[in-house]
């Protein structure tokens, strides 16, 4: 586990270390691309064909650092047997962006969370966030966030010239990128959707009481993380 400022909370660091536990596989998929899926009016309104950061909404763990605090853009980087995920509960109309662009050799990566979606336990998520170095939003991840190595870390890491992410069922790894992403050029094409094709408004919160995904810090009065079952 990476060492982290002391600004940063027990329940991130408990959390880090539970899935670093639960994303045991020592099996890796090489990827080049990172992925992003919306409705097509989506794309249709954007300004001058650039992803615009957006602030973070209270998906996931309630505790979160960058819930309702940190503007990104929301990628996907976990493959589907091997390939890019032919469905999206995102939206219909995908861009495909290289990996290279944003994880440069300057870029900063951090840990944010882990959790499952209410009503869907099935799936958990990893959600890291990723800056250009000494912005505000690198600031202020470094001081509530967790820094990963880039090339140890068991999530997205660089491996000489490629990039490696984990492969492992039911794991899906999210890149949360702080800056605006210029997409002027790259080819815009169909998926299929998975259940209503967009995002929840406001986001879904994670599931009370799995053992997977809850921490229980004695001195943070949110019961909600008691392991219950």
Known sequence: MAEAPSAVSGHLLALLAMAEEHCFSSSSHTVSDLYRNKPANYFDQLILDSLIPQLKDDGGDPRCPINGQLKGVFFG?????????????????????????????????????????????????????????????????????????????????????TYKTLQQRNVWIEVFYTDEVDISGLELTKTEVIGKGSSSPGGIIKTPGCKICNVYVPDLPYTMSILTL
């Open 77 to 161: 980087v976990t493959l589907w047997n091997g390939h890019l995920p032919t469905k999206s509960p995102y939206g219909d109309t995908r861009v495909v962006v290289p990996l290279e662009r944003l994880f440069d050799d300057s870029a900063r990566l951090y840990f944010a969370d882990f959790y499952c979606m209410l009503g869907q336990r099935a799936n958990h998520y990893v959600i890291l966030v990723l800056t250009k170095p000494d912005t505000e939003a690198d600031r202020f991840c470094q001081k509530h966030l967790i820094g990963l190595n880039e090339r140890t870390n068991v999530f997205l890491r660089k491996e000489e010239s």
